[in-house]
């Protein structure tokens, strides 16, 4: 067994060959008491966590997508804020059982991101523990703290935008936990759908895009849609009428959620874990803010509008109507075996 | 079972109700996708992590400890940069069996320490987890980054100051696991010591006054005084040689290690999580900064010197030798029963 030095040198040496920049905020990166940055304007942190047996399960989730999906999530606070991805923290409690060339997949997971995101790994932490987690802590910049898009500013009237289709992250849960459900889909397509629970990609650009076409409020995808435009209502003090149609859906979400036995609504209402951004956008600005979304390489929808009220209501393509208190976010089933 | 959510709600009024300062530079604190803040100048970003069976067990730390050392210990890092204290994000790891009157106590213990630190605690998460972790971010603040007080500066002929007594946190966990070691002490240094292991006091003033009076590389004493006296060495390309005499001995220290058939020189070496501050200081400069560190409340003491060479040779009251290569962290023993 390593100790924990080597395992901070591996974890290091892992992150640096996939690539991941040295930022250009830091002038101190990894190895001494802390990191030293420089952020010139405001900077925006947000932290998030992914547990074994909580989050995610060895048995299903590659070690090089547990470190994908720990940075690709953390990142997503940064994209709902408008934020230019700068440094991420990364700390890994490391089970006994975790064997040194999964611990370096967890960190080719990470480099990867890191390098496709543009963010640096200034520093991070590798400590025992028994069981697998990443909590992860990332920085964003902004010249000043007013363009950052907080979740309180959407106003009755404003039309809610959504980057891209919803419910692949939920529907990938189940065929990774049901392979046996894969048989309603063609090989790509379940691929694509596994790959949304597995390896969100990065709305970074997006989230930047529509802060500057003047979205008055955002969030990310990640707690389930009726929870997630639930906050913003919240927030915001207004009502949120999100109607989602056929389009808004991820291509064979609707097949799994069949073969399931469920309600394509429910995986999204209460699925998360999609990532895409909710952004309420002034209908003057619309028009902007999508086209400056497509040219991120995203395919948004204008998905329902704000109005005066409280609360959030989805309606799904049968008209079929839940709002947001009625879901706790879905979670993989309790791990049978010694993962958990 | 509380809901994740309301898990938050619980740990945000708790820290609130302990007196957690706002933060001079936090523009939007937590509920939001990241919290905002507006630096100015430099800043130093550390992560720390505790962990349920492997930094510390239930059965001996009481929730508030757990609270105040995962604080506490993060924060010493800031006090080696010589960093002022800005920003505090803790992700908190809960597992089912935890009440919620044990996490309020938890709570009370991050508000403590963030209260008497000055510390804003601008951001976190509460995850589901099988064992008890908090990961723990923190962030310091500088007018220009060369005011930070790097590893890599001593110079041979530099003095090494320590801001107080060590060997009292290894001690202190030998009475936790080992309480009819505590029949050798009289009961107010029991506690004292006990104290050392479980609410490490805060040394943010002294390391600042340090870094003011000229301070050529600090680091705290985390380690074990071996490895990050080798640490400071490491990274200047000296060797640093360590001497302690009695008086650096915490007391109690080597009536303790007597009673458990130990050298008080190993408790010290290898035993860490003392949290004094090891500085290298110029010898123009010794004089100024042991008054500087006196007059934040500590009893500092100059403990060797830097050498040309290469390493840390640590010296006991006894005469005896050891170096920065033996030794690997003290930690509690294994865990018996239902906590591991």
């Given amino acids: 067994?390593?100790?924990?030095?080597?395992?901070?040198?591996?974890?290091?040496?892992?992150?640096?060959?996939?690539?991941?920049?040295?930022?250009?905020?830091v002038i101190l990166g990894p190895?001494?008491?802390?990191?030293?940055?420089?952020p010139r304007g405001a900077t925006a942190t947000s932290v998030d966590a992914m547990v074994e047996g909580v989050h995610f399960r060895?048995?299903?989730?590659?070690?090089?997508?547990?470190?994908?999906?720990?940075?690709?999530v953390a990142l997503s606070d940064l994209a709902a804020?408008?934020?230019?991805?700068?440094?991420?923290?990364?700390?890994?409690?490391?089970?006994?059982?975790?064997?040194?060339?999964?611990?370096?997949?967890?960190?080719?997971?990470?480099g990867s991101v890191a390098r496709s995101a543009g963010v640096a790994i200034a520093g991070g932490d590798v400590v025992r523990s028994p069981a697998l987690w990443l909590a992860v802590t990332v920085v964003g910049h902004a010249e000043a703290s007013r363009e950052f898009v907080r979740r309180g500013g959407a106003s009755p009237g404003d039309a809610l935008v959504l980057t891209g289709p919803v419910g692949g992250a939920a529907a990938g849960l189940l065929l990774l936990e049901r392979?046996?459900?894969?048989?309603?889909?063609?090989?790509?397509?379940?691929?694509?759908?596994?790959?949304?629970?597995?390896?969100?990609?990065?709305?970074?650009?997006?989230?930047?895009?529509?802060?500057?076409?003047?979205?008055?409020?955002?969030?990310?995808?990640?707690?389930g849609l009726a929870a997630d435009a639930g906050h913003v209502a919240a927030a915001s003090g207004v009502l949120l009428r999100v109607e989602l149609t056929h389009e808004v859906l991820e291509a064979g979400v609707e097949q799994v959620a069949a073969?399931?036995?469920?309600?394509?609504?429910?995986?999204?209402?209460?699925?998360?874990?999609?990532?895409?951004?909710?952004?309420?956008?002034?209908?003057?600005?619309?028009?902007?803010?999508?086209e400056a979304v497509r040219a991120t390489g995203f395919d948004p929808a204008t998905v329902g509008r704000v109005e005066d009220g409280e609360g959030a209501v989805l309606s799904g393509p049968t008209g079929r109507e839940v709002s947001d208190g009625g879901y706790d976010q879905l979670r993989p089933p309790a791990p049978a075996g010694p993962s958990g």
Same sequence: chains 1, 2.
């Fill in 58 to 72: 060895r048995e299903t989730f590659p070690p090089e997508a547990i470190g994908h999906k720990a940075l690709a």
């Fill in 81 to 110: 804020m408008g934020a230019a991805p700068g440094e991420a923290y990364v700390q890994v409690g490391v089970p006994d059982d975790l064997r040194a060339d999964e611990l370096a997949a967890v960190a080719d997971g990470l």
């Fill in 179 to 223: 392979p046996e459900l894969a048989s309603a889909l063609d090989a790509a397509t379940a691929d694509r759908i596994r790959d949304r629970q597995l390896r969100p990609s990065l709305r970074l650009e997006a989230g930047r895009a529509l802060a500057s076409a003047g979205a008055s409020a955002m969030i990310d995808v990640s707690d």
């Fill in 31 to 38: 190895g001494d008491d802390a990191a030293v940055t420089l």
């Fill in 259 to 290: 073969a399931a036995g469920l309600d394509p609504l429910d995986l999204v209402a209460g699925g998360g874990e999609d990532y895409e951004l909710l952004a309420a956008v002034p209908q003057d600005s619309v028009k902007a803010a999508l």
């Fill in 1 to 25: 067994v390593l100790g924990e030095f080597d395992l901070i040198a591996l974890l290091r040496e892992r992150v640096e060959a996939a690539g991941a920049p040295a930022g250009d905020h």
